[in-house]
């Protein structure tokens, strides 16, 4: 099975954290604990290099965008997994990123385009067509909260023609721009050619239970590219089984659980304070689980919100059936071993 068809077929894909020390330096066996984890919980694929390791990898006196996708791949190389890297920034930057993306063997690239917030379409389609004459990309709606520029439905629909396009995560966490995107790849003819993984973290299970119909087009998700995913990751994968075996009709019970996620989504996310304590939420989460030492982030000034752990503990406390605990506390020696 090639890359594309391991897309569609649906997968569950964390986007992989930065782990860190106290020094906030990289705590590289925590970095290799979590990538095991997500492995062995059923992962189908890994995202690394993405918002959830933290854009600042890439600032020079970090230099850890390399560190981090080295270690990825050297657990995951000869796991039938998707790899995929984060790529970012204008032209220049976007085609090293790349480069050093495929050379060092990941499958796909997420392409962001925040760098380029206000370019015209035929710029962005032609940024686009540069990285993908490289490698594989996997287009990316990122939500403006946290850097993202909206992208009209041109876009999308000139993107769905690029050959080299194997999937799109949508991020947007708005159902006007969701459905842009959508309808963009259902009129494009290549539905069955391009996956579209849902990134809207606020709406998981109800964007993976729904079929659009575009007068007669139809399309569904495939999967999910989630930072919410980066926790509770075997649960994650249990819920994608039970939706690909039940899909019509949507079962109550499965409604439910939707709502359940998104709450326990809004805790770890924090978008009561825009999304400033997401990082440090997730990190929260895989400390009180013992796969980090702590959620330390490369800024020290980002750091859960007023209230969060509050709320964090609230729905830890409230939805003990989306939790992972036992399974990562059975296999935690090993995988920091």
Not at 118 to 121: A, D, I, L, R, T
Not at 152 to 158: D, L, S
Not at 165 to 178: D, E, L, M, S
């Given at each position: 099975m090639n890359v594309r068809e391991k897309l569609l077929s649906g997968l569950v894909i964390p986007a992989h954290p930065l782990a860190l020390t106290a020094e906030r330096k990289l705590d590289e066996r925590r970095q290799r604990a979590l990538t095991r984890y997500y492995l062995a919980a059923g992962a189908g694929g890994i995202a690394v290099g993405v918002h959830t390791t933290q854009f600042a990898i890439r600032d020079p006196k970090f230099a850890l965008l390399r560190p981090v996708l080295e270690l990825a791949m050297e657990e995951s190389a000869d796991k039938e997994v998707v790899k995929i890297a984060g790529v970012c920034g204008k032209r220049q930057q976007a085609e090293k990123e790349a480069e050093l993306a495929a050379t060092l063997g990941f499958d796909v690239a997420l392409l962001s385009l925040a760098a380029l917030r206000?370019?015209?379409?035929p710029q962005l389609l032609e940024h686009a067509h540069s990285i993908a004459s490289t490698i594989p990309i996997m287009g990316f709606y990122l939500q403006s909260s946290v850097g993202g520029c909206v992208l009209?439905?041109?876009?999308?629909?000139?993107l769905a023609e690029i050959e080299n396009?194997?999937?799109?995560?949508?991020?947007?966490?708005?159902?006007?721009?969701?459905l842009d995107v959508v309808r963009a790849v259902a009129q494009s003819g290549r539905a069955r050619e391009i996956a579209l993984y849902t990134g809207n973290d606020d709406h998981i299970l109800l964007d993976l239970v729904t079929q659009f119909d575009f007068s007669g087009e139809k399309v569904r998700f495939a999967g999910g590219l989630l930072g919410q995913w980066a926790v509770w990751t075997k649960t994650a994968v249990g819920h994608l089984n039970l939706i690909k075996g039940r899909l019509s009709p949507v079962p109550a019970d499965l409604l439910t659980l939707a709502e359940q996620l998104t709450d326990a989504n809004s805790a770890i996310f924090d978008p009561a304070h825009s999304f400033h304590g997401c990082i440090p939420g997730i990190h929260e989460i895989l400390r009180q689980q013992g796969l980090l030492a702590g959620r330390w982030c490369l800024d020290p000034n980002e750091d859960l919100s007023p209230g969060q752990i509050e709320e964090i503990n609230r729905v830890c406390q409230a939805y003990p059936h989306l939790q992972d605990n036992s399974f990562v506390k059975e296999h935690l020696d090993e995988w920091l071993s």
């Open positions: 206000g370019e015209p379409v009209p439905y041109e876009f999308w629909r000139g396009v194997v999937a799109i995560k949508i991020a947007p966490f708005n159902r006007y721009h969701t």
